[in-house]
């Protein structure tokens, strides 16, 4: 009797052992009432050429949800967004998205509709990711194949300065053709992003992107995001010991004095491009399926990464003087500037 109570014993925990390996194994799936809001900043600066003084500032406040989970890993969600878009000439658009879609929470693409991602073909979500892969695992953002750089990752958040998250970190970088009303430009960009470990949703990302044509005009688009709320607890972590670039510890400051700065910056750089240029600064056409400046009363054109329409940001340099390097990305900026033009971070 004992010995075959011991072998139904031993047949259970054969049984059991598998079962439960194959559902922790298993990564994060969506569940309806999962949700983040965010807050995005988009500029277009360091203008060359014919865009030397332009510049562009987008600021956008979102929400994104999943609402219904179907049987077969189909999740329903829906987005929303409202912001504003300006530039050094005086233009200015309020801008408001909204809509419904679907995505898979198997394969990770869009299903049915996007989050207003137009342009690409069968792309997959940029906001969810699979939170069991290692360091050095690949996956793709929209049509951006990215590597995971670290599992364990401190990412500053913005909503509440000075606390510190966990992150997977992934970065991407890529090239592609930009012809629109703009000209026909070779951009290249390097995106990184970061997940919370325990969900696979997004925490940020930081986006960059160079453009130039064969003339030598061009200008630099940043496009960063972060989460402000999340309807999921996300994991505390210690402040890095040193700053990097993999780690944008300026977004706590960035929240604070980011709209006060860029005021000040688009104000002095339309003073001083008009009293020296000998010409008005070139007009883009307000038509074509991409508009960086739309025309009052028309639909703003939605706001996405590589290759589609992007309102920007921009900025001029007022003059000579010493340069130092950011903290932050690295580029050399002058003394006199408070924040870096191409990542935005605080220079002291």
């Known amino acids: 009797m004992n010995s075959l109570r011991l072998l139904l014993a031993v047949a259970l925990v054969v049984l059991i052992l598998p079962a439960a390996g194959a559902a922790g194994d298993g990564h994060y799936v969506p569940k309806a009432g999962d949700q983040f809001h965010y807050a995005e900043t988009i500029f277009l ?45 005086g233009s200015s658009q309020s801008l408001v998205s909204s809509g419904t879609f679907t995505f898979s929470a198997t394969s990770f693409l869009y299903v049915q509709g996007t989050d207003n991602q137009t342009g690409y ?64 430009f070779t951009a290249s960009y390097t995106w990184t992003s970061y997940f919370d470990p325990a969900t696979g949703y997004v925490v940020g990302y930081l986006y960059t992107e160079q453009d130039r ?95 589609n329409q992007q309102p920007p940001v921009p900025q001029v340099v007022l003059r000579e003087t010493v340069k130092v390097n950011c903290r932050y990305c690295g580029t050399l900026i002058d003394t006199t500037d408070s924040v870096c033009p191409n990542c935005g971070a605080p220079r002291t």
């Open 45 to 89: 600066n360091g203008g060359i050429g014919n865009y030397t003084g332009y510049t562009e500032s987008t600021y956008l406040n979102g929400t994104l949800g999943v609402t219904a989970v179907a049987a077969n890993g189909t999740e329903s969600a829906s987005y929303s967004s409202s912001g504003r878009w300006s530039n050094n000439t």
């Open 121 to 184: 073909t069968n792309p997959y979500v940029w906001f969810y990711m699979d939170n069991t892969l290692a360091d050095g695992a690949t996956f793709y953002l929209l049509n951006t194949q990215m590597s995971v750089t670290s599992t364990d990752a401190s990412y500053a958040l913005a909503s509440t300065p000075g606390k510190y998250v966990s992150t997977i970190e992934a970065q991407g970088t890529g090239s592609f053709q930009r012809d629109d009303e703009y000209g026909v």
């Open 213 to 307: 044509d064969s003339s030598g005009d061009g200008f630099t688009m940043t496009d960063l995001l972060y989460v402000t709320s999340t309807s999921y607890p996300l994991t505390s972590a210690a402040a890095p010991s040193t700053p990097s670039s993999s780690s944008p510890s300026f977004l706590p400051y960035l929240v604070v004095v980011v709209i006060v700065l860029v005021l000040i910056a688009v104000l002095v750089v339309a003073l001083r491009s008009r009293s020296r240029r000998t010409t008005p600064l070139p007009r883009h056409s307000a038509g074509g399926a991409v508009s960086y400046a739309p025309p009052p009363g028309s639909v703003p054109p939605p706001i996405g990464l590589i290759p």
